[in-house]
């Protein structure tokens, strides 16, 4: 019910959209009802008229016949234009309403989801959503208000073919459906989990593949993809036989509303109370009727499924961000120091600090950079700069405000990162370029991307800067990509730059040459380091030296190279020439 009550206040703003689909659906209903009905009085009265020699007026049954016609065909074309359009709106509303809630997420706590399983999220489990709006709410809304017109009209020529046609209502329209939901919970809940579980499988292994063939593990990792393809198609196979048998006892229990208003009806006829017309009409309104509540039993045993994927959407909505926005006034920074005290900070279950009692100054245009072997938590700085996380202790204050007093938005504004790990976009160079500055003129790219020495490469390029770029940059190489991601930070323009691995894997003489294009956005600008390589160390102003989250050295490069550790890190030996 909790779930129900969520997805509802979802769906409030298209309450408009909701209603007119309600309404629309209630008059296709009531005219295809309407349509069979009256047609059974009319046969019927012009069959006795015929017999008793006596006129009658047939022009108004027939306009009313004509009438319902028309509007059952025009009612179903406007159900579906109108259900269609609420439908696409709604879903568009809840990816957006998803992706807000799952943007503070990044990339912190998205860490605990694989990407696969986000995916499905915001696929699949969103599509799923669309059930509760066309198979759950309007047909309950439509089969309630139906089920007490029905008997109502029904008890105005006797009340116990109204009794008999609300309690076989109510046996095909609450009895059947609740029988569906719980035959039908553990289905479909394993429907959309295992789903998710193959998507995320797919995904590891197109994105692996290689590795599988290398190891030989690709028949290993097929046959798990068979058996949960064989989970899906059993959960399937188990709905669609349950699908059948609701539908089959909705038939039944129309059949015998049928044949109850007859046997029940013609006594009335003998004594003179109904009419033969009213009785045919009594008895095709009782089949008819059913229409109202044959949707239900597939509504309501699809609605574990619903509730299972809206569970899973409400898991990371619920999700705290592990930098909460702050809720006071919003703070600008007047100047670009960077000042870091005694910070302390701790992976949740991890068993020892990523950094401890770390603290450094860096002022607007000086250059810091950080060493020290994997885990000693240069990364997690990062992270902590640019307000992924918060630090459990200590403080860091951008032109003398706290980060945790600044917005991220306003925070990341000042910042540009370049990391070892390139993100390019499966678009082209330009568009690539121009996520850091989207209204950038094509000089200004152009302008960019020479200083970044990249912008000869482009130019011979058959496209040029309209040249697809692939997934991940893979029609790049690295040292490309690389560039390619300078010239976004040129573009950025931020006072602050921090800089992770930029040349990490490259060859001598493309690292040269990428340094120096480096040397180029460090101009006028504070700028942040993390490298091991003694090329970018020797125009650092400081660096520091971290061992498992403490500073154990701190210097100039040429002052470090007479330590113990700073030497080792950068592969130096007493034989090794400064």
Not at 137 to 166: C, E, K, M, N, Q
Not at 287 to 309: G, I
Not at 466 to 473: K, L, N, Y
Request: glycine letters at 8%.
């Amino acid at each position: 019910m909790k779930e129900l009550l969520r997805l509802w206040q979802l769906f409030k703003p298209y309450r408009h959209w909701i209603g007119a689909g309600y309404l629309i659906a209630f008059i296709t209903l009531l005219a295809n009802v309407t349509l069979l009905a009256i047609s059974g009085w009319f046969i019927t009265a012009m069959a006795v008229a015929g017999v008793g020699g006596v006129a009658m007026n047939y022009f108004t049954p027939a306009t009313l016949i004509r009438a319902s016609a028309v509007a059952r065909t025009g009612g179903r074309y406007l159900e579906r234009l109108v259900s269609h359009e609420a439908t696409l709106r709604q879903l568009s509303g809840l990816r957006l309403w998803f992706y807000s809630h799952l943007e503070p997420l990044a990339p912190a706590r998205l860490q605990e989801f694989h990407s696969g399983d986000l995916l499905s999220r915001i696929r699949a489990d969103i599509d799923a959503l669309d059930n509760f709006y066309v198979r759950v709410l309007i047909p309950v809304l439509v089969a309630i208000s139906a089920t007490l017109g029905f008997f109502v009209f029904t008890a105005v020529y006797d009340l116990r073919l109204a009794l008999s046609l609300l309690l076989l209502l109510l046996l095909a329209g609450v009895a059947l459906p609740t029988a569906s939901r719980h035959l039908g919970r553990t289905p479909g809940r394993q429907l959309v989990e295992t789903e998710a579980q193959l998507r995320q499988t797919v995904i590891d292994g197109t994105q692996g593949l290689s590795e599988l063939l290398v190891f030989g593990a690709a028949d290993t990792h097929a046959r798990r993809l068979d058996a949960l393809s064989a989970e899906l198609i059993d959960a399937q196979d188990r709905m669609s036989r349950l699908a059948g048998l609701a539908q089959g006892g909705v038939g039944l229990c129309a059949n015998l509303a049928l044949w109850l208003a007859i046997w029940l009806g013609l006594p009335l006829l003998q004594q003179g109370t109904l009419a033969p017309p009213q009785l045919a009409m009594l008895a095709l309104l009782a089949l008819a009727s059913f229409e109202a509540v044959a949707p239900l039993p597939l509504a309501f045993q699809q609605l574990e499924s619903t509730l299972t994927a809206a569970r899973r959407l409400f898991e990371i909505v619920d999700t705290t961000p592990a930098a909460p926005e702050p809720t006071g006034p919003a703070r600008h920074p007047q100047h670009f120091d960077l000042s870091v005290r005694e910070l302390h900070f701790r992976y949740p279950q991890a068993e020892r600090d990523a950094l401890s009692d770390f603290s450094f100054e860096l002022p607007a245009g000086k250059r810091l950079a950080i060493v020290g072997p994997t885990g000693s938590g240069k990364t997690t700085l990062f992270s902590l700069l640019l307000r992924f996380w918060l630090p459990d202790s200590g403080r860091i204050e951008l032109g003398g405000v706290p980060l945790n007093e600044l917005q991220g938005e306003e925070l990341r504004r000042h910042l540009a990162l370049m990391s070892q790990h390139t993100h390019l976009f499966n678009t082209s160079i330009r568009d690539n370029l121009r996520l850091a500055a989207p209204e950038a003129s094509e000089a200004t790219l152009q302008d960019a991307c020479r200083t970044a020495q990249i912008h000869d490469f482009i130019a011979a390029l058959p496209e040029g800067y309209d040249t697809w770029v692939g997934e991940t940059g893979v029609r790049l190489s690295g040292g490309q990509a690389r560039r390619i991601a300078i010239a976004r930070a040129l573009l950025k323009d931020a006072p602050i730059l921090l800089l992770d691995e930029p040349t990490e894997g490259l060859d001598g003489p493309t690292e040269q040459a990428l340094m120096q294009a480096i040397d180029q956005i460090m101009i006028g600008r504070s700028t942040l380091l993390i490298t091991h390589r003694p090329i970018a160390l020797a125009r650092m102003d400081e660096i520091l030296v971290l061992d498992q989250g403490r500073i154990a050295e701190r210097g100039s490069h040429q002052e470090l190279l007479n330590g113990s550790l700073y030497p080792r890190l950068l592969g130096f030996n007493a034989d090794t020439p400064e």
